[in-house]
């Protein structure tokens, strides 16, 4: 299997192939692009949200959704993988998942769901994506008793998710731990499994050595920080939320090195190091000083994030390549180096979005909106499920043995809604 241990290629439940000629790992990546939840993310807000104005009414932005965030992630990260060695299968698979669990809203839906779901162990993301690859997703059923984990007696179909391979669900664990478990850093608020979901997560996490990423999830991973850093600015120049002679006045600076170095750089940064990085890009000739959204403007800040991408994936590639030599990298052979310089341009582009986008006032106000429209709905729901649970969940509620396994069935339907759906079923179920 392109050089992978055969083990890599297996299946949590063993299946036999449907049509000769395509390698496990090319399945496990038509799995994901045909799935509903990637289909969701459509509807899921990036950064720019979908239905806000911009100061140019009469033009149609088209900001990035989850959707288009994720398939130019995985873009990135199928020409990263391919270039280190990586099956690009499993690395491009990897990036279409790795935002499959963000709930309605993104991060800010998250917070409220981690507080909903308290009483049945939290929510994450990431934890949740895993959940969908290997649950949730109505893709492969056997009719054998039991649940997800195989620990459990009883007739009914058993649903295994997609059913990926081993080695592309290690590719889209960007936090292999349950939560507590990171060693590194105990009080972290990022994991990768739920408890319930820990028998899949130790098969899948068998031969690997505990809480380090394989090869490939750093590929993604990188390839994520790549496409969101980036094309987050692009998006914030379009929307006209963002003017590219602020990031020179002084007062602007400070504020995005201040976001920076609290959001986003390593511990400890010097303000110095992170003026150093935005200068250095200021300072490159295909830098976008200008845009008033005109056709040559367009055409001059696509062609600077393609000088940008290209700059972050080649520092990458070519510092690996000094450390681990020119041979085929993959699973737990090397590690993705990204040089500390190329760590903060990317740092201080994610600050530039977050100040300049992310805290404007209106946006605060439509945070607050949303925090209360999920938790309206989330006790709605508790108090009246199952009815308002779409039909899979609805099953999945009949058949729950308790209320933390209820509250979960719960936390699951409105982290697959999206953005509009949740707005509606507020209205309905409250209104």
Known sequence: MSGYEPEAAQRFDAEPDKRPGRTAFQRDRARVQHSSALRRLAGKTQVVTLDESTVRPDWDAAPRTRLTHSLECAQIGRDLGAAFGCDPDI???????????HPPFGHNGERVLDEVAAACGGFEGNAQSLRLLTRLEPKHLTGAGGDQGGDRDGAGPRFFGLNLTRATLDAATKYPWPRGGNEADPGSPKYGVYDDDLPVFRWLRASAPAGRRCFEAQVMDW?????????????????GHLAPKALVAGPEREAVFAVAARRYAPAGTAREALAEALDRLLAQEWWPHDYDGGALAQARLKGATSQLIGRFCLAAEGATRERYGPGRLRRYAADVVVPPGTRLECAVLKAVADVHVMQRPEQARARGEQRALLAELSAALVRRAPEGLDPQYRALFAGARGDEERLRVIVDQIAALTDGAARARHARLTG
């Open 223 to 239: 390839a994520d920080d790549v496409a969101y850093s980036v094309h987050d600015v692009e998006d914030g120049l379009h929307a």
């Open 91 to 101: 690395v491009e698979a990897a990036c279409l998942a790795h935002d499959l669990g």
